[in-house]
């Protein structure tokens, strides 16, 4: 299911389809690691969510080299790209994470610290005259990053 948009070709890299397991998993972290770590079985059950993270992207980038059964016009994720997964041992940077997660976080208007997004949305408050039900959410509950000091501006609880 993860490798459907590279097959459809929407992209080239599974990470950045925000409506997959795979890519909510490299944006946001958290609950759907729990998903991932069942679905790979025993080859995840003594690894970090980091760790298992790389696991994962190494499998998907290896099966995604391969001709889809039965349909050999379906796009697939290139042999260069694979090798340059495989170099990387699976690992994705933490830029490139970061700039994963804030692609899928679409509804977030102010990204900073809870006193930085607390601040603005008061000011907009006294500037528009409105009382909002937005309020200041952790950035992300991705525990295998390093910006849980950020928050963001959001109005639903979903990540």
């Not at 397991?21 to 690691?33: C, S």
């Not at 190494?58 to 994720?77: E, N, T, W, Y």
Request: charged share 30%; glycine share 10%; hydrophobic share 35%.
């Amino acid at each position: 299911i993860d490798l459907n948009p590279v097959r459809a070709g929407l992209v080239e890299d599974p990470k950045d389809y925000r409506f997959c397991g795979y890519g909510e998993a490299v944006a946001t972290g958290g609950k759907i690691l729990k998903g991932l770590r069942y679905a790979l079985g025993i080859g995840a059950t003594n690894r970090t969510d980091a760790e298992m993270l790389e696991y994962y992207r190494l499998k998907l980038f290896g099966k995604g080299v391969l001709a889809k059964h039965g349909d050999s016009k379906a796009a697939r994720i290139s042999e260069d790209s694979l090798r340059q997964v495989e170099s990387e041992g699976g690992k994705i940077s933490l830029s490139e994470r970061f700039l994963t997660h804030v692609s899928m976080f679409t509804k977030g208007a102010v990204i900073g610290s809870k006193s930085f997004v607390e601040e603005n949305l008061r000011r907009y408050s006294v500037l528009t005259g409105k009382r909002h039900h937005c309020q200041a959410r952790p950035f992300s509950d991705d525990t295998t990053a390093d910006w849980e000091s950020l928050y963001a501006l959001r109005g639903d609880a979903a990540m």
